[in-house]
């Protein structure tokens, strides 16, 4: 992770000029509270830009997020799944990898679905959707 001030989002694509990414996992979102927490957990310190993670969000939970659509500024994300800590987490901060791994502490990826510009300070939020009202039949 790579510190910016904004950064521009493609859909179908990802992070403008990133190299790794896929159709699949085109951005990866850390938490900054569930970093400050595995590291709180193994008494260690590092920067999460460690964890090498596109972006980093503050002040919404990550866990159990799958499917649903993040907004950050003007960008939606549809969340893909958990991402798995790799053994770099080790070379960090022993312990580290392990602590990541659990209640989806090494963060998510996700797809974009439009183009957008984001910035530092962008108000991040689940996009909540109107539950479908059934129709009644006539009696």
Same mark, same amino acid.
């Given at each position: 992770?790579?510190?910016?001030?904004?950064?521009?989002? +493609?859909?179908?694509?990802?992070?403008?000029?990133? !190299?790794?990414?896929?159709?699949? %996992?085109?951005? #990866? +979102?850390?938490?900054?509270?569930? $970093?400050?927490?595995?590291?709180?957990?193994?008494?260690? #310190?590092?920067?999460?830009?460690?964890? %090498?993670?596109?972006?980093?969000?503050?002040?919404?939970?990550? *866990?159990? #997020?799958?499917? %649903?659509?993040?907004? +950050?500024?003007?960008? %939606?994300? #549809?969340?893909?799944?958990?991402?798995?800590?790799?053994?770099?987490?080790?070379?960090?901060? *022993?312990?580290?990898?392990?602590?990541? *791994? !659990?209640? $989806?502490?090494?963060? !998510?990826?996700?797809?974009?679905?439009?183009?957008?510009?984001?910035?530092?300070?962008?108000?991040?939020? $689940?996009?909540?959707?109107?539950?479908?009202?059934?129709?009644? *039949?006539?009696?």
């Amino acid at each position: 992770m790579d510190a910016a001030s904004e950064v521009r989002l +493609i859909s179908g694509q990802g992070v403008e000029g990133s !190299v790794d990414r896929s159709r699949r %996992r085109q951005v #990866t +979102i850390l938490e900054q509270e569930a $970093w400050a927490r595995c590291l709180a957990e193994t008494t260690g #310190t590092a920067d999460p830009s460690a964890r %090498r993670a596109n972006l980093l969000v503050s002040g919404i939970s990550l *866990a159990r #997020t799958r499917s %649903r659509v993040l907004r +950050i500024g003007d960008a %939606r994300l #549809t969340i893909g799944g958990e991402l798995t800590p790799c053994e770099r987490m080790e070379e960090v901060h *022993a312990g580290l990898q392990a602590a990541l *791994a !659990v209640n $989806w502490g090494g963060g !998510v990826f996700a797809q974009v679905l439009a183009d957008a510009v984001i910035h530092v300070g962008d108000s991040v939020e $689940w996009e909540v959707t109107e539950p479908r009202q059934e129709m009644l *039949a006539p009696n």
